[in-house]
């Protein structure tokens, strides 16, 4: 089962920003494949979270025109990505209640059943 989805992903500088996509693992919150657009790594010494003038990073779920944006957390010496375990849930309530209009708590009851046929 494929547990990626999409995300645009937005490094906010204090007097830019730097725009990339990549892929949320909805098991583990780590953030792979990150592809930035016109931001080149090597050359500017690291990911933007190392510049001096670095503010947050946020991160982007769309689906149908639709949004749900959250923090993401940015490791400055390994250069990783990812999103917490609080802010994980959070993403996966808000996206099932925005996407397809699932309530939280009908997402929680539903989570141990198993399907019959």
């Known amino acids: 089962m494929n547990l990626h989805v999409s995300i ?3 490094d906010e500088l204090d007097d830019d920003i730097v725009s990339s996509t990549g892929s949320l693992d909805l098991a583990s919150g780590e953030i792979r494949d990150v592809v930035y657009e016109d931001y080149d790594v090597k ?8 510049l001096p ?4 990073t946020s991160g982007t779920l769309s689906h149908g025109g639709k949004d749900v944006e959250f923090s993401v957390q940015v490791d400055k010496f390994s250069g990783k990505y990812s999103v917490t375990a609080n802010e ?5 309530v808000r996206a099932a209640k925005l996407f397809a209009g699932i309530e939280g708590k009908e997402l929680a009851a ?8």
């Open 8 to 10: 645009a992903i937005t």
């Open 43 to 50: 050359a500017r010494g690291g990911v933007p979270a190392t």
């Open 53 to 56: 003038d670095y503010a947050f």
């Open 88 to 92: 994980l849930l959070d993403i996966k």
């Open 110 to 117: 539903g989570a141990g059943k198993k399907k019959t046929h």
